[in-house]
């Protein structure tokens, strides 16, 4: 929802290139970049999934 807000706010200022991507960051690392790490949270704990 954060970056669909900001691509939102960005198209407002006149950005018409911002997109925002559905299912965010964690579905662009497993489809496109493997290389971008990846974070698993348990609680208030985040740890890198490999």
Excluded: K, N, Q
């Excluded at 018409?16 to 208030?44: H, K, M, Q, V």
Aim: aromatic share 8%; hydrophobic share 40%.
């Amino acid at each position: 929802m954060r970056s669909l807000e900001a691509t939102l706010i960005l198209h407002h200022l006149g950005f018409t290139g911002a997109r925002s991507i559905f299912g965010g960051i964690d579905l662009w690392a497993t489809d496109t970049d493997p290389a971008i790490p990846r974070y698993s949270r348990r609680g208030s704990r985040c740890t890198i999934v490999r």
